[in-house]
């Protein structure tokens, strides 16, 4: 069964700093792999997907980085602002092609607190 | 878009009552998703279609949920009969394949009480 751990649970860090979130996962027969923000008491919104034949995409401020043999992912965020502030879930969709079922896990997040 | 829609955004019932959470996904999106979030166990997707079919129910908890799709436009699911432990945050979510990026509703918060 694929587990997906991000470390830190949560992360305090100056307006201003660069600042890098991990996802690791256990099975590297992934699909894709999706990075997520969710603010409170809101659904979840996409920030940038990486197809598994891919090593990174980039959005704005955003880089995220996939690394499938080592089951890792990283999401580098720079010149944080406190608009940042939220919790970033990664989510890995394992499966095969055609009609087949997938799977997909979500990690527990990263709650990013940016301190002005 | 209004993007996808659910509702109701709250819902407070007692246990034993029945409940049915709606979703309208993004219209020309062929995947619907429906997800349950708690603190203690986070995100878990429960069910999800393809062209209003329902591919992998594995992750339903049990058979007091079920979830259906009888058009392009709409889904529901279903608690019969709810409990306290059903309690929890429920997402649909839509996208345009597999490979694409899931645009998430708002959320239906649930109270059994």
């Known amino acids: 069964k694929q587990e997906v751990t991000q470390i830190p649970a949560a992360l305090s860090v100056p307006e201003g700093e660069n600042l890098v979130l991990n996802c690791s996962f256990t099975?590297?027969?992934?699909?894709?792999l999706q990075w997520f923000r969710q603010d409170p008491g809101k659904g979840l919104t996409s920030l940038l997907l990486i197809q598994s034949s891919q090593r990174e995409q980039t959005s704005g401020r955003l880089n995220a980085s996939l690394d499938k043999s080592s089951g890792r992912s990283t999401l580098y965020i720079a010149a944080s602002q406190p608009g940042d502030s939220a919790t970033y879930l990664c989510?890995?969709?394992?499966?095969?092609?055609?009609?087949?079922?997938?799977?997909?896990?979500f990690g527990k997040g990263t709650k990013l607190s940016v301190i002005p | 878009d209004a993007g996808v829609i659910q509702s109701p955004r709250h819902e407070v019932t007692e246990m034993g009552q029945e409940v049915t959470l709606r979703c309208k996904p993004i219209?020309?999106?062929?995947?619907l998703f429906w997800y349950r979030q708690t603190m203690m166990r986070g995100l878990e997707l429960l069910i999800y279609f393809n062209n209003n079919v329902p591919i992998d129910d594995s992750g339903m908890p049990e058979d007091r949920f079920s979830a259906k799709m009888p058009n392009a436009s709409f889904s529901t699911l279903k608690i019969q009969p709810s409990e306290p432990r059903d309690s929890a945050v429920y997402f649909c979510a839509s996208s345009g394949g597999v490979k694409n990026i899931q645009y998430f509703g708002a959320g239906t918060r649930l109270s059994v009480l």
């Open positions: 989510a890995v969709w394992l499966g095969g092609s055609g009609a087949g079922s997938y799977q997909l896990t």
């Open positions: 219209s020309g999106h062929d995947y």
């Open positions: 099975d590297s027969a992934i699909y894709n």
